[in-house]
């Protein structure tokens, strides 16, 4: 039967088969699997100050993937100045007009982070700014934030800043912005519809106006038909699972893994006799195969994780804090605490088993390919894992006796936030899902405590390192991946940006293009 | 007048039946063990805190019991507003005049064409139950029935927009473009074809079904002794008491037409309200949720009863009783 209905679609098509590539050469259209609209930077949109409509107070500015980005003053005009314990106080650019043609000053800044905390608003990210105590105006050019660590205060002041009159006071999702943004950035919201949105660049941006003058995002969210967009020469860009993304690779497409502070690992249960134990967590560490892991279920696309702290953390890296896989010492670790392999293979002790359920999200099929490589990797053990998609409210209600596949990283470019409510013992009103185990190990939480108290500085980094070398010892998690971000795109003759080190959020935000403002030609 | 009459009784108790599906559709809705948060947040879900959590909850109120819930949307229907969708934060009128032309257009034509060629092949089957066009008719619209509609889909898109790139792969214009007729009607043959080849099957198996059981009566049997054959015989004694009954089933296989429609959509990134539809149900989006299934539940009772007029108005042995 189908036959006929291609019959009849071949004549219709006959004539107008023209190729769609007849677009000016100074837009660029990107595939993007996410639903489009939501531009609410109170909301999360733009969190971590990457964003071509809006500005933050700094932004991150990067030449590679492979370090942390620096943070440069973007609506602030320079570095925060010291202005008492924990306080800053930073001058505002002059002369910034926002897309609607009102001019910045302090109080859109101060309205912005007043929202983001103001719990009528609900916003999805009120705890990625929780150091910030007070945003108060110093006369309408500057701004003064009162945090309460003595660390950096840029990573928390990334943020996109909306006018004051557009800030709202009922739920962050409902505002008019999500869908008619107004911002400071290179690029203002031309139209948006369910399938496209189109963003076009403002000749009075007050930095340097960009030479891609229009940006189209278009709704793709079945991974195979953004693959197939970008084949068919629709799309110039697009991310794809790290499993799809070799299918695009031609002349004129290219493709590209960039570095991201994302991690996946193992959180483990506290009611579990075995995971309880501090050696058996210990021996799971070391009798993983994390460089297979990441050969291949990841097809490269990634790097082995022991801790949350990645390399690109530079000295606050401890390189010897890494797990090095050897399934003979994690077999000795197991017998000398005690658990012996019973009559099926599976260890126990005292009546206990070595068992339990691996839960993950099962919309995600890459948590579940890892959960199931992890309960492989766990069998020569004796160690019995019996992985299990579900939803994230089950999983809110099994913390006590099963392990859940994580992943981390929202906010990587301060290390204080990439590790500390993961690593301490479990923090009040953190995310459920930070140390669900609430495990520790000697002296670590007062490490944690004044690492991220302190100063960014060596010895902010030496207390880090001691971190991870104290968590090795006696780890709370079974870390394995880092993810690297897989994009294809088409080669359309422009000097592109550097990648920058991306957070746990992806999609054509990121990757080639989270800078497209700089592309020149 | 008889039918005129069947339609008013039809019309006078669809009121009371459309609020009472509200109202059903509401409450169903507040059994679901979904947590509204959890498909509310996706993958940030895991990142927020009991805090965060509760002032979602209270800005959302996504604790209000359905009963109020119901009445709420009942007042605001009451002033002609819709509500609020907070999956797609925007008014539901909004959502409904943006995407509702790009579904009607879409699973209407498939409709249509999936019908007439069904019917069709159905009636050439039918009749020849047995030979050879029957077989293959039925080979096909079986395998078809077992293939997944976004197989189809992908395949498509591989064969004649990647592979011989005469068409575009997805979306409903190319991008960049303003809506335009023309670009539309292109980028929405793909989708079209698959969504009719999804539902040519069963309408097709439905069809040979009856047509082969009408051939056997004695009526046809007894019109083949007195030299009826072909054209006449399916148009005059065949058709009447086969096909009319199958299309009359249409109307009733619109959730099946919505299943294949969300895949189609999907795939072919195509901006309609079928993928909508089945993301408010997961996030318990009430307004937007409750204006869909009141609207697929007046479709199903208005197709009904236009049909049952029909065959009222045509066959006058037929009795109905409202």
């Known amino acids: ?35 489009l609209g939501g531009y609410n930077p109170v909301n999360g949109y733009a969190e971590t100050g990457v964003s071509p409509i809006y500005d933050g107070l700094y932004r991150p500015v990067a030449t590679t993937d492979t370090a942390l980005p620096d943070l440069a003053p973007a609506l602030a005009s320079e570095p925060p100045q010291p202005a008492g314990p924990n306080t800053w106080r930073l001058p505002l650019r002059s002369g910034v007009t926002f897309s609607d043609g009102s001019a910045l000053d302090s109080a859109d800044v101060v309205a912005t982070y007043q929202a983001v905390r103001d719990p009528a608003v609900a916003s999805e990210i009120a705890t990625s700014v929780a150091p910030i105590l007070r945003v108060r105006a110093d006369g309408p050019d500057a701004v003064t934030v009162e945090l309460n660590t003595a660390a950096d205060p840029r990573p928390y002041l990334l943020l996109g800043i909306l006018p004051s009159e557009k800030v709202e006071a009922g739920p962050a999702a409902d505002w008019a912005v999500n869908t008619a943004p107004v911002g400071t950035g290179p690029y203002r919201l ?28 278009t709704y793709t969210p079945d991974d195979n038909a953004r693959a197939q967009a970008m084949v068919a020469g629709t799309a110039d860009g697009t991310s794809l699972p790290p499993r799809l993304i070799d299918s695009v690779e031609r002349d004129g497409i290219r493709t590209v893994g960039v570095e991201s502070a994302d991690w996946r690992g193992v959180a483990l249960p506290a009611g579990d006799p075995f995971t309880a134990d501090p050696q058996a967590r210990l021996a799971m560490n070391i009798g993983v195969d994390r460089e297979a892991l990441v050969r291949d279920v990841l097809v490269g696309y990634g790097r082995v994780a022991s801790t949350p702290v990645a390399a690109v953390y530079g000295d606050a890296y401890d390189p010897d804090a890494q797990y090095r896989y050897d399934l003979e010492r994690a077999r000795t670790l197991l017998d000398a605490a005690g658990w012996r392999a019973g009559a099926d293979q599976i260890r126990e002790k005292g009546g206990a088993r070595a068992t339990f359920e691996l839960l993950y999200n099962a919309q ?44 981390g990283g929202s906010t990587p470019y301060s290390i204080d936030s990439q590790v500390h409510d993961t690593l301490h013992t479990r923090v009040p009103d953190s995310s459920p899902y930070s140390n669900p185990g609430n495990f520790t190990a000697p002296g670590l939480d007062e490490l944690l405590e004044r690492a991220s108290a302190s100063p960014s500085g060596t010895a902010k980094d030496e207390l880090y390192r001691r971190v ?54 | 007048m008889d039918a005129v009459r069947l339609l008013g009784i039809r019309a006078a108790v669809a009121i009371p039946l459309t609020v009472a599906i509200s109202a059903a559709m509401f409450w169903v809705a507040s059994l679901s063990p979904f947590d509204p948060l959890a498909a509310y947040l996706g993958s940030n879900y895991q990142f927020a805190t009991e805090s965060q959590r509760a002032a979602m909850r209270a800005a959302y109120e996504t604790d209000m019991p359905w009963w109020r819930a119901w009445w709420q949307w009942m007042g605001g229907l009451a002033h002609g507003d819709l509500g609020w969708s907070s999956t797609q934060s925007q008014p539901v009128a909004t959502v409904l005049t943006e995407r509702m032309p790009f579904t009607l257009l879409l699973s209407g034509a498939a409709l249509l064409t999936a019908a007439a060629v069904a019917v069709v092949a159905g009636c050439i089957a039918g009749m020849r139950s047995g030979g050879v066009i029957d077989r293959v008719c039925t080979g096909v619209a079986v395998v078809f029935a077992a293939v997944p509609p976004f197989v189809v889909s992908l395949a498509l898109v591989l064969v004649v927009a990647v592979g011989l790139r005469w068409l575009p792969a997805s979306g409903a214009v190319a991008p960049g473009a303003d809506y335009t007729v023309a670009g539309v009607l292109r980028h929405a043959i793909l989708p079209w074809v698959a969504l009719t080849v999804s539902q040519i099957p069963w309408l097709l198996l439905t069809t040979r079904t009856a047509v082969v059981a009408s051939t056997q009566s004695d009526a046809v049997r007894g019109a083949r002794a007195r030299g009826v054959h072909g054209w006449a015989l399916l148009r005059g004694h065949v058709a009447p008491v086969s096909v009319l009954p199958t299309l009359a089933l249409l109307g009733t296989r619109l959730p099946e037409l919505i299943a294949g429609a969300a895949i189609v959509e999907t795939v072919f990134g195509w901006p309609g309200m079928a993928a909508v539809l089945v993301e408010s149900a997961a996030a318990l989006d009430f307004p937007l949720l409750a204006a869909l299934t009141v609207g697929a539940a007046l479709a199903v009772l208005a197709g009904s009863a236009l049909s049952d007029a029909a065959a009222v108005a045509i066959d006058p042995r037929v009795r109905i009783a409202a």
């Not at chain 1, 009849?8 to 660029?28: E, H, M, N, R, T």
């Open chain 1, 190 to 217: 031309e139209s948006l519809r369910p399938d496209q949105a189109v963003m076009v660049a403002r000749e009075d941006y007050w930095g340097e106006p960009a030479q891609i003058k229009r940006v189209v995002y």
């Open chain 1, 468 to 521: 991870q070398a104290v968590y090795a010892a006696e780890p709370s998690h079974v870390f394995l991946v880092f993810l690297d971000h897989a994009y294809g795109y088409r080669d359309l003759g422009w000097q592109q940006s550097a990648p920058i080190l991306e957070p746990h959020a992806h999609g054509v935000g990121w990757g080639p293009w989270w800078n497209l403002a700089a592309w020149k030609r």
């Open chain 1, 364 to 407: 995600d099929t890459l948590r579940r390919d890892i959960s199931v490589a992890f309960a492989a990797a766990m069998k020569p053990l004796g160690i019995d894992i019996r992985p299990r998609g579900t939803s994230w409210d089950e999983i809110d209600t099994r913390f006590a006796d099963a392990a859940v596949l994580l992943g």
């Open chain 1, 1 to 35: 039967m189908k036959s006929p209905a291609i019959a009849l679609a071949v004549v219709l098509v006959a004539g107008c088969a023209a190729p769609s590539g007849d677009a000016d050469s100074d837009q660029i259209v990107l595939s993007d699997g996410y639903v």
